[in-house]
């Protein structure tokens, strides 16, 4: 089956660069899905982060736009996050998630990396 | 883009059938037929539950179902039960982005 498993480093200092990678296994990156990052702060709810497609088109959050890219890496089969100048607004829960195109929704989901930005 | 509103919290008792209702505007539920609905336990990733508005993927329970109207959009769940006491998400696509809801607690009594 399909499953998708995020890593990266559990703490990021303010204003360093937060960088994580979803692996996937079960299916390609490059078949015709959109491959996403969701976050979810403390006792908060979800927030679309943003896409990428196997060709690397991408789209954003508008909120988080100016300093956020994802990456797509077919080779490997996974795909990456990065956020710039973080803060502790940024701390959250990060899940990577398919985004269907035959649904139109996100099907299938990591089980979520959890990250603190703190000195 | 504003996240959709739901209700913090709908209550039930088992056997019961509630309703969560999700508030979107014109260019998002309002104008995509492309609203998911993901069910979240606590410290759990969150499942796929809707897609387009009203439909179950497969492996979903029949007492889960959904509509939309204008920009509104709702999911009933039926016949409650213990098991269903989850956060509650909904989803729309807005073009070329997605916007989720507050999230809504279901409480079985």
């Known amino acids: 089956q399909v499953q998708l498993q995020e890593s990266g480093p559990g703490l990021v200092k303010p204003s360093g660069t937060l960088s994580l990678t979803c692996a996937v296994s079960?299916?390609?990156?490059?078949?015709?899905?959109?491959w996403s990052w969701v976050r979810q702060s403390p006792g908060k709810g979800l927030e679309w982060i943003g896409e990428?497609?196997?060709?690397?088109?991408?789209n954003y959050n508008p909120s988080l736009k100016s300093r956020v890219s994802i990456s797509v890496d077919t080779s490997k089969n996974q795909f990456s996050l990065n956020v710039n100048s973080a803060t502790a607004a940024d701390t959250a829960i990060y899940y990577c998630?398919?985004?269907?195109?035959?649904?139109?929704?996100?099907?299938?989901w990591g089980q979520g990396t959890s990250v603190t930005v703190s000195s | 883009q504003s996240a959709l509103t739901q209700p913090a919290s709908v209550s039930g008792s088992p056997g019961q059938s509630i309703t969560i209702s999700c508030t979107g505007i014109s260019s998002d539920v309002g104008n995509y037929n492309f609203v998911s609905w993901y069910q979240q336990h606590p410290a759990r990733a969150p499942k796929f539950m809707i897609y387009e508005g009203n439909k179950r993927p497969s492996g979903v329970s029949k007492r889960f179902s959904a509509s939309t109207s204008g920009i509104t959009a709702s999911l009933t769940i039926s016949g409650l039960q213990a098991e269903d006491e989850a956060d509650y998400y909904c989803c729309s696509y807005a073009g070329g982005n997605y916007v989720f809801g507050t999230g809504t607690k279901v409480i079985v009594l």
């Open positions: 998630a398919r985004g269907s195109s035959w649904y139109t929704a996100f099907d299938i």
């Open positions: 990428i497609y196997h060709s690397g088109s991408s």
């Open positions: 079960g299916d390609s990156v490059s078949n015709s899905n959109w």
